[in-house]
């Protein structure tokens, strides 16, 4: 189990709230759920399953405040062709993770814990992530497969604090881009672009001096990358890129 696993995990008393919202991939109609967050051990999961799929939350003012508490969203949709979305503008405190699976696959990455998925009805969803955490010992895990004529995956992820954990997947068909920046130190990322056609393309900046390690790895031939590390220590920050 992973220090963040440890703390996380450890701190909160689980109360698991599971939301199914299912809309026939016959009805042209969007699945929605805001929401707004305050306090501590909190737990949400939330499914959907048909057309469409918004998870949103995004205003002006919109937040969630909260510490050991854990975010779960599935969402894939019936060869509908249409968009996925979740945009969670910003969530501050420590200890909380936010697990996110858009067309779906899980198994397990990376745990916390477990939460095993998986589904394969040609996806088609249009995949879009936005999410932004302010905090230490804090947990993303983004994982997004589609096949078909539709693109879909895209990530957009900013964070800011200590001892982070950051898992991202992309796979399939269609063009896969990221755009990660990380501030502050001692952070873990883990990467992975693969499946056939379009291009692959990864923006990572990583705003911390000491102690981040990097794993980016992207299997396709129109690969690429960009990179900015501040990384002060002889040793201390570790970066492993992998194209074929």
């Given at each position: 189990?992973?220090?963040?696993?440890?703390?996380?995990?450890?701190?909160?008393?689980l109360?698991?709230?599971?939301f199914l919202?299912?809309?026939?991939?016959?009805?042209?109609?969007?699945?929605?759920?805001?929401?707004?967050?305050s306090?501590?051990?909190?737990?949400?999961?939330?499914?959907?399953?048909?057309?469409?799929?918004?998870?949103?939350?995004?205003s002006?003012?919109?937040?969630?405040?909260?510490?050991?508490?854990?975010?779960?969203?599935?969402?894939?949709?019936?060869?509908?062709?249409?968009?996925?979305k979740?945009?969670?503008?910003?969530?501050?405190?420590?200890?909380n993770?936010?697990?996110i699976?858009?067309?779906?696959?899980f198994?397990?990455?990376?745990?916390?814990?477990?939460?095993?998925?998986w589904?394969?009805?040609?996806?088609?969803?249009?995949?879009?992530?936005?999410?932004?955490?302010?905090g230490?010992?804090?947990?993303v895990?983004?994982?997004?497969t589609?096949?078909g004529?539709s693109?879909?995956?895209?990530?957009?992820l900013h964070?800011a604090?200590d001892d982070?954990?950051?898992?991202?997947?992309?796979q399939h068909?269609?063009?896969?881009?990221?755009?990660?920046?990380?501030?502050?130190d001692e952070?873990?990322?883990?990467?992975?672009?693969?499946?056939?056609?379009?291009?692959?393309?990864?923006?990572?900046?990583?705003?911390?001096?000491?102690?981040?390690?990097?794993?980016?790895?992207?299997f396709?031939?129109?690969?690429?990358?960009?990179?900015?590390q501040n990384c002060?220590?002889?040793?201390?920050?570790?970066?492993?890129?992998t194209?074929?």
């Open positions: 189990m992973s220090k963040f696993e440890r703390n996380f995990w450890d701190g909160m008393t109360i698991f709230v599971c919202c299912f809309v026939s991939f016959k009805t042209s109609a969007d699945n929605e759920i805001s929401l707004e967050q306090g501590t051990n909190f737990s949400l999961g939330i499914e959907q399953v048909g057309s469409h799929n918004v998870i949103q939350m995004l002006s003012d919109s937040y969630n405040t909260t510490t050991y508490s854990g975010f779960l969203f599935i969402q894939y949709n019936e060869d509908t062709s249409s968009d996925n979740i945009t969670i503008d910003e969530v501050t405190g420590t200890g993770g936010v697990k699976c858009q067309g779906c696959a198994d397990y990455p990376e745990s916390y814990t477990n939460h095993d998925y589904y394969d009805n040609w996806e088609g969803g249009g995949h879009t992530v936005d999410l932004t955490m302010y230490d010992n804090n947990g895990s983004v994982q997004q589609n096949q004529s693109d879909g995956h895209s990530v957009d964070l604090g982070n954990e950051v898992t991202t997947i992309q068909d269609g063009a896969k881009s990221i755009y990660l920046t990380i501030y502050n952070n873990d990322v883990f990467i992975r672009q693969k499946g056939s056609g379009s291009t692959h393309n990864a923006n990572i900046t990583l705003d911390g001096t000491y102690g981040t390690d990097l794993t980016l790895k992207q396709n031939s129109t690969a690429s990358y960009t990179l900015q002060l220590t002889v040793g201390g920050c570790s970066v492993t890129i194209q074929q």
